[in-house]
């Protein structure tokens, strides 16, 4: 595999603010059911206007480093887990540190008011640990608290927008439980780097100008999410920075008073009254009472390569190793890279597994979900052997529970030289999450009970404390079982094919990782073949005649996700970024 030569960090935030316009979906819309129209040749009018000119993507935000490597959503938060690597920091303390950069850095897809899974290898033991920080729903929630018309549709905004939107936040007690067990840094050490950028301010890129614009009208709803992300009532303009003094401030009280400083006093009664001003039911027990869970991941193997990844409360592992399995049972390699095989293989694989996952998977805590039965090669083969290899399945018929989900979040990746691996997807969920600010402590609410199902009854149905079902695939893969790759990626159901794509396409078609990124992604859950427009015309005209229903959607588009992934061979970290986000790997 070839390595890619470095970038300057410079050079990259100058192409980041040319790039955006270019590339697709940065949308907080509930995304997966959003079905597009084929994308048709438009009759050219005699007057048309000269088309602006296409910016340039940079598609390498890889790097290269013997020591460590961060591959993070955003070159700052990057540079802020090599730095804390630099200064004799382990991949746990980086990571952490990153984690609460990324909150100050893109604020719109994870941070304080959010949760997400974190997973660790180490290497001299080759012991796992994972954290499951998710939100949990409030002690008042109940199962039907959210209207539904005659058809089961939610009838208002109100488990995307304001209090009622809200689970309850994990993110600070499961960085800081990290840190304590596994980290070797104090938190003031973590945690100075988020604080000074939320102090000196971050630049504004035109990717977060879209976002902010794509968003505007749940920003303008809450006084302190407008007063941080609205510039004189507008959004902000590229290359403008955005300092964030209030959430500065709260990060000094949680590094002084740790999770307390969070979960009891001052900051737990503002974020209870942010919450329930907004028409939320958050008590301060349910602060108090927040509890991070300690899981064993899930494995599985793909073509001997052994993968780990996350239990439920997400559904990303168990299912990312279930459609690796059914693959497993097919020529993958020699069926070709999206070509009509390759992608009519993937396509049918994708919708059994999302089949399944409609039916059994939910949070553990509450629910039998059959685990065993779902990674199992056997039950893989069945399936595998229903696979009809020359058309297209009938479209799924039963609804999909969990249709609501964004393509928000973030995922980022860390390896050090002796191959600890961490991988960390977090998240407030939409874009802006609720778009409840709490006042003067600098940071959004989510809208997490959005990924509970709003009809009571179903095994992913509200109850109070249980959390909301997530397709957050924190992975790592070992190769005759020493580390190989750390990866993840944003994107809500998309991330489980995207995950299971980049892992096949270095295991099967030997890409090296920033191709194995960037190669165009396809997904279909329900019976839709979404696809990047990059792949061939020609596959995408014999797959239609094969059955497929085809939805084809930007070139690099964000809905398929924003994956950062390293993996080490030859005792070399090689980094990749994701260019359909803000993506950069930056090593040492
Ligand atoms: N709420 C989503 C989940 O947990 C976040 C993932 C995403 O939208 O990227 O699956």
New binding site residues.
Partial sequence: MRNKKNLKLLSLLLALALVFSLVGCQTSEPATNVEEPVAQQESVAVETPKEPEKPVVNMDRSDTGKNGMLATAKPEASEVGIEIMKNGGNAIDAAVATAFALGVVEPNASGLGGGGFMIIRFAETGEEAFFDF?EVAPGNATADMYELDEEGKVVNEGKTVGGKAAGIPGEVAGLLTALETYGSMSREEVMQPAIDIAENGFLVTDNFVGIIQDNFEKINKFDATKEIYLKNGLPFEAGDTIKNPDLAETLKIIVKEGKDGFYKGQVAEDIVKAANDAGGIFALEDLANYELKMREPVKGTYRGYEIISAPPS?S?GTHVIQLLNILENFDVKGAGHNTTEGLHLWSEASKLMFADRGKYMADTDFVDVPLAGLASKDYAKVLAEGIDKTKAAEKVSFGDPYKY?????THFSVMDKEGNMVAV?K?I??FFGSGVGVPGRGFILNN?M??FNAEPGTSNSVEPGKR?????TPTLVLKDGEPFMTLG???????IGSVAQIISNVIDHDMDIQDAVNAPRMFNQRGTLSVESRMDKDVLKELEAMGHEIDIRGELDAYF?GAQCIIMEEGLLHGAGDPRRDGQAVGF
Avoid: K
Wanted: hydrophobic share 15%; charged share 20%; aromatic share 4%.
């Fill in positions: 998710r997400s990303g989900e964004s393509g928000s979040t997807t998240t969920n939409y997490e959005d990924d909301p079902l997530s397709s957050m990626s944003p994107g809500a159901t998309r991330i996700g």
